[in-house]
């Protein structure tokens, strides 16, 4: 079993940028994809982006393309998201989570984390 932990998120005005982390316990971390999710106010959990367990290939949604990049440290058991140019579409709770594939399917994902809220303000 994995636990993750996300932190990082917050306030941030438009154009700013936040870089969230993913903490993952246990000594497995390296042997599962992640992926990152948000869940806007009133809406769906969407895809973000994803990674696979070697780091390489990652895969982004459009939304956040060129934006966005999705990252991870095998050793320190950590993954990232970094985010640039914020757009106060981008506003809603991010979820790490970690399974077999790098995906875009949150079904595809065994694990999660509880959740941080980003807001960016106009």
């Known amino acids: 079993q994995v636990q993750l932990v996300e932190s990082g998120g917050g306030l941030v005005q438009a154009g700013g940028s936040l870089r969230l982390s993913c903490a993952a316990s246990?000594?497995?971390?390296?042997?599962?994809?992640m992926g990152w999710f948000r869940q806007p106010p009133g809406k769906e959990r969407e895809f973000v982006a994803a990674?696979?367990?070697?780091?390489?290939?990652?895969y982004y949604a459009d939304s956040v393309k060129g934006r966005f990049t999705i990252s991870r440290q095998n050793d320190e058991n950590t993954g990232y998201l970094q985010m640039n140019t914020l757009k106060p579409e981008d506003t809603a709770v991010y979820f790490c989570?970690?399974?077999?594939?790098?995906?875009?399917?949150?079904?595809?994902?065994?694990?999660w984390g509880q959740g941080t809220q980003v807001t960016v303000s106009s």
């Open positions: 989570g970690v399974g077999p594939w790098a995906t875009s399917s949150a079904k595809d994902y065994s694990y």
């Open positions: 990674i696979p367990r070697s780091g390489g290939g990652t």
């Open positions: 246990g000594r497995t971390f390296r042997t599962y994809a």
